[in-house]
């Protein structure tokens, strides 16, 4: 068997409330393509916990933001 290479790991630590936020996100968003249910609206608090988590993620990952602070823009899929 070949040797092969080891996967980086990719590491970012949560506050609980923060997790939690992003728990029920992804099961929304499943259940949203599974089943055609409605998405949530996220409260302020909320949106802004998980823009500091794809903020901390892209930086991880080395992936340039795709636009600063500029409002109003679409977002672009990233991977």
Not at 1 to 18: A, C, Q
Not at 20 to 30: C, E, M, Q, R, S
């Amino acid at each position: 068997m070949r040797d092969m290479p080891e996967e980086e790991e990719v590491v970012l630590r949560l506050d609980r409330p923060t997790a939690t936020t992003l728990a029920d996100l992804i099961y929304n968003v499943g259940e949203h393509q599974a089943a055609g249910m409605p998405i949530a609206r996220l409260s302020t608090d909320d949106s802004e916990r998980l823009g500091r988590v794809l903020y901390d993620l892209w930086r991880a990952l080395g992936i340039p933001l795709p636009y600063g602070d500029v409002r109003g823009r679409e977002p672009r899929r990233r991977i």
